[in-house]
Each structure stands twice: as C-alpha cells, then as structure tokens.
C-alpha cells in the first residue's frame, strides 16, 4: 500500500524533526510528502525542504492571511523557483479566500488570489485552495476563471457548502479530506465526503494541524494520514488497499510527481 499526504506544512513541525516526521512517514507507507508555501516568507523554505528530501515535493503560493503583504516581487520569485526547480515544485498554493478570520481585507484576497491564479496558468499548474466562508465569492471567481483556460486544483481540507462542492467537482476539482472527518462534530464533512466520486478525493493531513482521532489534541504529522485513509475507506465502505490505491493515483494524475 501506498499513500501520500498531499497538504502538509513540514516547516511548522515543533514536537520532532523534520527527519523523524519523514522516518515515521515511510514506516506508515507514505511514500511522498506535499509541503506546502502560505506566506510572503516561506516559499523558499517550502522549496528547500523538497530539495533536501527525495520524497518531499513543494508548492508555491500566498495563503489568504497574507494577502494584505504580498507584492508582485513574491509573484516573480513564485515563478523563478518554478522554472529553475520545476521538478520539485507541483502546484500554486495554499491560495484563495478566507471571511472568516477577515486577516487581509476581501477585495485584497480576490485580487491575490486572481494574480496566483492566473500565474497557476501561466505555468500550467494545478491550484490548492483554502476557502473558508467564502462560497459565492470562490464559485464566482473559479466560474471566471475556468471560463477562459481549464483550471484544475484542489480544495484542501475541505469544510465548505454542498453547493461549492457541486460546482467543484462539476469542474473537474478534487476534495482534500483530513482528520476533520473523524471529528464528532463534522457531520458537514462526511456528508461531503459522501457526495464525492473517489476519484476527485484526495488525503492530506495539513500537519501539524488538525490531528485525526484518537490523537486529535496533539500535533499532526504525515503519517497519520494513514489514519484519515482507514477512516475515509470505511465511510466510503471501499476496502483500504482499494481506496489507497485509487486516491493515489487521484494524487499522481492531478500533482505529476512520479
């Protein structure tokens, strides 16, 4: 069996190493990590943990929160470690819209997260999106945008409306699920989870975040998107082996890192 935990932030790991974190990951047949950039500051440490590691891969991208700090010289370097690291680079992202927290005005994060997208196509890449109270806003600007080019991408963690998701995967989108759907009170998650063809569910851990039980409380790691494995094959009532298999070649079909 193999597995791959397609969102994570290795670089935010504070209760081991990054090398413990990767040891632990092989022993629980993870065999490739996604870490992922969020902010004005990180990209590059993003893109040095997948030079070190062979089985780590990156991304590059200004989360939400950040809009209110990123210039189009973080834009540039987006691009040039694109084009000079290209193969350890798979996707434009952690990028989209968050009212919830309200950290970067509303109109800031549209307009960033606009000129991320278009980058994402400019280099043709696919997109990982954070959108957290923002449905109509998100269904609007991904309709624009899918309208001109074919936009391809997945929206991470996935907690938002059963309308988005429709429009989502009417678009060709995968669904990140994580330890949200062992949460006692995500209902909307797995009802979500229920609704989604497994071949647009992919897993992630978004590590050191959101710890699936029984170890919810305690900092997350890659390999327990094990666990998030046997608890999304169990909902979707597929075997393990099969439900492994299939999300991971979701993964390699929409990230290319084999």
């Given at each position: 069996m193999k597995l791959i935990d397609t969102h994570c932030h290795l670089n935010s790991l504070k209760s081991r190493t990054v090398e413990e974190a990767l040891r632990l990951a092989k022993e629980n047949h993870v065999t490739e990590i996604i870490t992922i950039a969020t902010s004005v500051d990180d990209q590059n440490e993003a893109l040095n943990l997948a030079q070190t590691h062979q089985e780590v891969f990156a991304t590059q991208g200004v989360h939400p929160h950040e809009a209110v700090?990123?210039?189009?010289?973080?834009?540039?370097?987006?691009?040039?470690?694109?084009?000079?690291?290209q193969k350890k680079i798979l996707a434009i992202g952690e990028i989209g819209l968050d009212y919830y927290y309200d950290f970067s005005p509303r109109k800031n994060q549209?307009?960033?997260?606009?000129?991320?997208?278009?980058?994402?196509?400019?280099?043709?890449?696919?997109?990982?999106?954070?959108?957290?109270?923002?449905?109509?806003?998100?269904?609007?600007?991904?309709?624009?945008?899918?309208?001109?080019?074919?936009?391809?991408?997945?929206?991470?963690?996935?907690?938002?409306?059963?309308?988005?998701?429709?429009?989502?995967?009417?678009?060709?989108?995968?669904?990140?699920?994580?330890?949200?759907?062992?949460?006692?009170?995500?209902?909307?998650?797995?009802?979500?989870?229920?609704?989604?063809?497994?071949?647009?569910?992919?897993?992630?851990?978004?590590?050191?975040?959101?710890?699936?039980?029984?170890?919810?409380?305690?900092?997350?790691?890659?390999?327990?998107?094990?666990?998030?494995?046997?608890?999304?094959?169990?909902?979707?009532k597929i075997p393990l082996e099969d439900f492994a298999k299939i999300t991971y070649e979701n993964a390699n079909r929409l990230f290319s890192f084999i």
């Open positions: 700090k990123f210039t189009n010289d973080i834009l540039d370097l987006m691009k040039k470690n694109f084009i000079k690291f549209i307009e960033v997260f606009e000129k991320q997208l278009q980058l994402a196509l400019d280099l043709n890449l696919p997109v990982v999106i954070h959108s957290r109270d923002a449905d109509n806003d998100m269904m609007d600007v991904i309709k624009n945008f899918s309208n001109a080019r074919k936009l391809i991408g997945v929206f991470h963690s996935y907690s938002s409306g059963l309308k988005l998701a429709q429009k989502a995967l009417e678009q060709g989108f995968y669904l990140g699920y994580n330890g949200m759907i062992t949460f006692n009170k995500a209902d909307n998650v797995r009802e979500i989870l229920a609704i989604t063809p497994i071949q647009n569910i992919l897993l992630e851990t978004d590590a050191p975040y959101l710890a699936p039980v029984p170890h919810r409380g305690k900092e997350n790691a890659p390999h327990l998107v094990q666990v998030v494995a046997q608890k999304a094959a169990e909902l979707k």
